[in-house]
Nanobody, 124 residues
Framework: VQLQASGGGVVQAGESLRLSCAAS????????MGWFRQAPGKEREFVAA????????YYADSVKGRFTISRDKAKNTVYLQMRNLKPEDTAVYYC??????????????????WGQGTLVTVSS
């Protein structure tokens, strides 16, 4: 099982980016797919998650209203659309997956598979 993240880059505050996470197996294999991020010197933190069985989205308060997670079943890909980016969004973004949903979905320890990370830099 491999997750390939892409789409990072350098943008100015207020701009948008879309991250992609391609799964080597069908996304139906995972009830939970999500994104975490890690800024320099900080711990990896939850950003967003998608629960396939309920078609439901979950977001960290810091990105709610600006980020949208979505899934393209045909392409085995999960996206993170990021709008109105802020300098504090600067981080390496990691996609992740877990076969079964866990109620503690914001906990990095509860995910089984991780992509390699893609860097997002937001300048002020």
């Amino acid at each position: 099982v491999q997750l390939q993240a892409s789409g990072g880059g350098v943008v100015q505050a207020g701009e948008s980016l879309r991250l992609s996470c391609a799964a080597s197996e069908g996304t139906f294999s995972y009830d939970a797919m999500g994104w975490f991020r890690q800024a320099p010197g900080k711990e990896r933190e939850f950003v967003a998650a998608f629960r396939r069985s309920l078609n439901r989205e979950y977001y960290a308060d810091s990105v709610k209203g600006r980020f949208t997670i979505s899934r393209d079943k045909a392409k085995n890909t999960v996206y993170l659309q990021m709008r109105n980016l802020k300098p504090e969004d600067t981080a390496v973004y990691y996609c992740t997956a877990r076969a079964r949903w866990n109620v503690d979905y914001t906990n990095v320890r509860h995910y089984d598979y991780w992509g390699q990370g893609t860097l997002v830099t937001v300048s002020s």
